[in-house]
């Protein structure tokens, strides 16, 4: 069952640990989107989203922070399953796969690099209207200097718990890193779990696993080993949604307005869903997804969705003609009865 550590105060100092106490967090499954008992035109195709969580509440979208390693350690060289590229390298194709991979609709990224000190190369950014702009944030961060992960954490909390955050949204962060311990980023990670951001960690081949297992921990994240060329499919599965989540979510079902079941449907690593396009029917339009947590925990979440008439409805003109004459003839009727 997922672990949700309680957060304590240290030997008086500023910085916040997570305690070796635990609770469990149940499964939960939301709609995001339309509304429930939105309405549309009948004929109308919808696609409905969702979200689901197995390691907190559920929310109506996503701002997250790609923590970039920018150190000059970045430039070796690693042979992967037969393929040969820098970390820097490594790094680039996974985090655009995991924007590539994300909703438009509901999902803000911000992209931070970090060396010797960090930097904001995006600010959250909405992907419905600025992909292009994240992943050539992405695609911008160089190889230079030391590697100070956890001044890249704590910059990436400014960033999701600042101006830029969308009330009511999840925040979360991605590190990934070839590792370092100097300064230790667990208090920084700790840090950042105790103002409610989860804090996930990738192992970049080559890395100091310890290191990047121990940002996971104290961050209330996810641990991911990208080290190997396992490690490295494993990562582009879970970030195109088909292998597992970082929500601890193991399968989604829906059923259909029409009684459809769709099982097991793409889940990203976020918890994210959708329905396959669904054409307005008249009157109540009902769709069921129920989710399942790997702590074997459920919940299920309803939405409907209203039809009202189109074009087709409106009475033929021979109809309204007729309507009319019986209109008339209650009148004259009445008239004779004054």
Same mark, same amino acid.
């Given at each position: 069952? @997922?672990?949700?550590?309680?957060?304590?105060?240290?030997?008086? +100092?500023?910085?916040?640990? +997570?305690?070796?106490?635990?609770?469990?967090?149940?499964?939960?499954?939301?709609?995001?989107?339309?509304?429930?008992?939105?309405? &549309? +035109?009948?004929?109308?195709?919808?696609?409905?989203?969702?979200?689901?969580?197995?390691?907190?509440?559920?929310?109506?979208?996503?701002?997250?922070?790609?923590?970039?390693?920018?150190?000059?350690?970045?430039?070796? %060289?690693?042979?992967?399953?037969?393929?040969? @590229?820098?970390?820097?390298?490594?790094? @680039?194709?996974?985090?655009? /796969?995991?924007? =590539?991979?994300?909703? #438009?609709?509901?999902?803000?990224?911000?992209?931070?690099?970090?060396?010797?000190? *960090?930097?904001?190369?995006?600010?959250?950014?909405?992907?419905?209207?600025? $992909?292009?702009?994240?992943?050539?944030?992405? =695609?911008?961060?160089?190889?230079?200097?030391?590697?100070?992960?956890?001044?890249? $954490?704590?910059?990436?909390?400014?960033?999701?718990?600042?101006?830029?955050?969308?009330?009511?949204? *999840?925040?979360? !962060?991605?590190?990934?890193?070839?590792?370092?311990?100097?300064? =230790?980023?667990? %208090?920084?990670?700790?840090?950042?779990? /105790?103002?409610?951001?989860? #804090?996930?960690?990738?192992?970049?081949?080559?890395?100091?696993? *310890?290191? !990047?297992?121990?940002?996971?921990? =104290?961050?209330?994240?996810?641990?991911?080993?990208?080290?190997?060329?396992?490690?490295?499919?494993?990562? $582009?599965?879970?970030?195109?949604?088909?292998?597992?989540?970082?929500?601890?979510?193991?399968?989604?079902?829906?059923? !259909?307005?029409?009684?459809?079941?769709?099982?097991?449907?793409?889940?990203?690593?976020?918890?994210? &869903?959708?329905?396959?396009?669904?054409?307005?029917?008249?009157?109540?339009?009902?769709?069921?997804?129920?989710?399942?947590?790997?702590?074997?925990?459920?919940?299920?979440?309803?939405?409907?969705?209203?039809?009202?008439?189109?074009?087709?409805?409106?009475?033929?003109?021979? $109809?309204?003609?007729?309507?009319?004459?019986?209109?008339?003839?209650?009148?004259?009727?009445?008239?004779? @009865?004054?």
């Amino acid at each position: 069952m @997922k672990i949700v550590k309680y957060i304590s105060a240290t030997l008086g +100092l500023l910085t916040l640990a +997570l305690l070796s106490q635990s609770v469990s967090a149940a499964t939960s499954v939301s709609w995001t989107s339309p509304a429930n008992g939105a309405s &549309f +035109l009948v004929g109308t195709e919808v696609m409905p989203t969702g979200n689901a969580s197995a390691i907190g509440a559920t929310s109506q979208g996503l701002d997250l922070a790609l923590v970039l390693d920018s150190s000059g350690s970045m430039t070796a %060289s690693q042979t992967v399953g037969g393929v040969t @590229k820098s970390r820097a390298q490594w790094q @680039k194709d996974a985090a655009i /796969a995991l924007v =590539n991979s994300l909703p #438009v609709g509901n999902v803000s990224v911000s992209v931070i690099e970090f060396d010797s000190d *960090s930097n904001t190369v995006r600010v959250l950014t909405p992907l419905s209207t600025n $992909i292009a702009s994240v992943i050539s944030g992405i =695609n911008s961060v160089d190889a230079s200097g030391g590697t100070n992960i956890a001044s890249g $954490i704590a910059r990436a909390q400014t960033e999701l718990t600042g101006t830029n955050h969308t009330n009511g949204w *999840s925040q979360q !962060m991605v590190v990934f890193s070839d590792g370092s311990t100097s300064p =230790n980023p667990n %208090s920084a990670a700790a840090a950042a779990a /105790a103002a409610g951001i989860n #804090v996930h960690s990738v192992a970049l081949p080559g890395a100091n696993i *310890s290191t !990047m297992q121990g940002i996971a921990t =104290n961050g209330a994240g996810t641990f991911i080993d990208a080290s190997t060329a396992t490690g490295v499919a494993d990562l $582009i599965a879970l970030f195109s949604g088909l292998g597992g989540s970082l929500v601890d979510i193991d399968h989604v079902n829906i059923t !259909m307005p029409d009684g459809t079941f769709l099982g097991s449907v793409a889940v990203d690593a976020f918890g994210n &869903f959708k329905t396959p396009g669904w054409l307005m029917e008249l009157g109540p339009n009902t769709f069921v997804a129920t989710a399942f947590g790997t702590d074997g925990t459920s919940d299920s979440a309803t939405l409907t969705l209203n039809g009202f008439g189109s074009g087709n409805d409106v009475p033929e003109p021979s $109809i309204i003609s007729l309507l009319g004459l019986g209109l008339l003839g209650l009148v004259g009727s009445r008239r004779r @009865k004054i």
